[in-house]
């Protein structure tokens, strides 16, 4: 055994062969872990603008869609209801929408929206997260006399005016959200994307 001749050609051949098989073992292995990492189709579909239809959203009514998981609330309403929010500033939590968090700039109004007429908000009591039922008729209720028209969140009684804006003395601390949003055109709007980001 001592006087073997050590061919070193061939010890060089398979250390050289053994580091690439094992770099690539180590890579093979390495990629599907990385990957998955990444979020996947759903989640970034769960993420992704929503465009809506909204021309056959009658005056005065309420239709729900889904963004985010989220239910967002778009309402078309009518000028009477609009007219009513101008009363309704003493009886309100933030009746000027100070809270930045809470909507874009370019619905700091009083209607909180682009368009008077059409209000977009996130459907969810800033209480403890329960879906407000939508009750528009102008009209005394169980919960409130002078009802004007807005939401109203059964579970504990938090009401919002027809601008998502909260009344005092409720549960709910916040006016609801208004979420990114702008029209595309007179009868679709695009929920997730601000104006400014979609020229």
Known sequence: MANEVVDHGR??????????VGGAG????????????EPSARAKAAGAPVTVDISAIEAGQKVTFAWRSLPVFVVN???????????????????????????PKYATNETRSIKPEWL???????HLGCV??????IKPEPFDANWKGGFYCPCHKSRYDLSGRVFSGVPAPKNLPVPP???????????GVDPKEAG
Not at 183 to 190: A, R
Request: hydrophobic share 45%.
């Open 120 to 126: 977009v908000v996130i459907g969810l009591c800033t």
């Open 26 to 37: 180590v890579v093979a292995a390495v990629v599907p872990f990385i990957k998955s990492w």
């Open 77 to 103: 309403r009518t000028k009477d209801q609009l007219a009513q929010l101008k009363g309704l500033e003493p009886r309100l939590l933030d009746p000027m929408s100070s809270d930045s968090a809470q909507q």
């Open 11 to 20: 010890r060089r051949f398979l250390t050289v062969t053994t580091a690439v």
């Open 132 to 137: 407000p039922d939508f009750v528009p008729d």
């Open 181 to 191: 949003y702008h029209f595309i055109d007179d009868t679709h709007i695009q929920i």
